[in-house]
């Protein structure tokens, strides 16, 4: 078998009368592309499609524009949560004074009280209250829209399983009305 990997002579520069010289080449170190050397030739142009690495100052200039990006980034994020947190009515403390005010807790007019609700109804109402920030109202107005829920699908005739739902009524009821007096609202929902 062969050795696949024969060493090869070391490379030698051609010597004059070789077989691959050239009589025209001028003796010393042989001459390299220069761009604008005089020959009419033009430097070589970039390819299409390449990006080249900024300089220094443009580099500098692209970070502080990103910095400036984030930074601007997080200051609007920021006013949003102060915005949304603070000065934005609570949706729970709204619902208080909608009730204060005789309306549905989604702000809607009280159709009475033998009315029924339809599951639209009873999901934008529970809603209002789930969506606040107060936990106390919170806990009262999703436990009272759910209580009031399963009254509302009692069937013609079975209104007297209503009573199975007092105790836990009047405890959400008296509840709701210290969470919301809690933020200033005074809410009767025991009508007189």
Known sequence: MTEPYQPQPPYQQPQPGDAYSSPQQPDGPPHQYQPGDGFGQQPPQQ?????????????????????????????????YAVYDGYIKED?????????????????GEDKGDDAKITEAEYREAREVFEDSRHEKIREHGT??????????????????????????????????????????????????
């Not at 299409?48 to 994020?77: E, Q």
């Not at 949706?91 to 702000?107: F, I, W, Y």
Request: with cysteine; glycine share 12%.
């Open 47 to 79: 390819p299409v499609g390449f990006a080249t690495a900024p300089a220094g100052k443009n580099r500098r200039t692209l970070i502080v524009a990103a910095a400036a990006a984030v930074g601007t980034l997080m200051m609007l994020t920021a006013a």
């Open 143 to 192: 436990a009272l829209m759910d209580i009031a829920w399963q009254v509302n699908q009692l069937p013609k005739g079975e209104e007297i399983g209503a009573l199975a739902f007092m105790g836990p009524l009047g405890t959400h009821m008296s509840g709701l009305q210290t969470a919301c007096a809690d933020q200033g609202v005074i809410v009767n929902l025991s009508k007189d």
């Open 91 to 107: 949706s729970g403390v709204a619902a208080c004074k909608a009730m204060r005010d005789g309306k549905t807790p989604s702000g």
